[in-house]
Nanobody, 118 residues
Framework: VQLQASGGGLVQAGGSLRLSCAAS????????MAWYRQAPGMLREFVAS???????KYADSVKGRFTVSRDNAKNTMYLQMNIMEPEDTAVYYC?????????????WGQGTQVTVSS
């Protein structure tokens, strides 16, 4: 299973971006999916997650501004980021828990850079 994150870029404070995370390969079942981010010199931190049944969780820092969603038919997760702040600047990574008849395993995407200018 491969995860491809895309949609990052440069945006001004107050602006919006939409990230996508597309899964490909031999997919049996994608369960929980999540977004994490890592700013320079900082640890990777949780941003948002979504279950297969579309139940969501958010970090306090993004509640009310970010929305996570997914399309199970397309094996794709999205992150709509609004009212962005310079503190949102980071590399954003997607994560997915894949299960088949034998195994459960987490996969990570390669990351997409998001830069918010003040």
């Amino acid at each position: 299973v491969q995860l491809q994150a895309s949609g990052g870029g440069l945006v001004q404070a107050g602006g919006s971006l939409r990230l996508s995370c597309a899964a490909s390969g031999r997919i049996f079942r994608l369960n929980d999916m999540a977004w994490y981010r890592q700013a320079p010199g900082m640890l990777r931190e949780f941003v948002a997650s979504i279950t297969r049944n579309h139940k969501t969780k958010y970090a306090d820092s993004v509640k009310g501004r970010f929305t996570v969603s997914r399309d199970n038919a397309k094996n794709t997760m999205y992150l709509q980021m609004n009212i962005m702040e310079p503190e949102d600047t980071a590399v954003y990574y997607c994560n997915a828990r894949h299960t088949d008849a034998l195994n459960a395993r987490d996969y990570w995407g390669q990351g997409t850079q998001v830069t918010v200018s003040s």
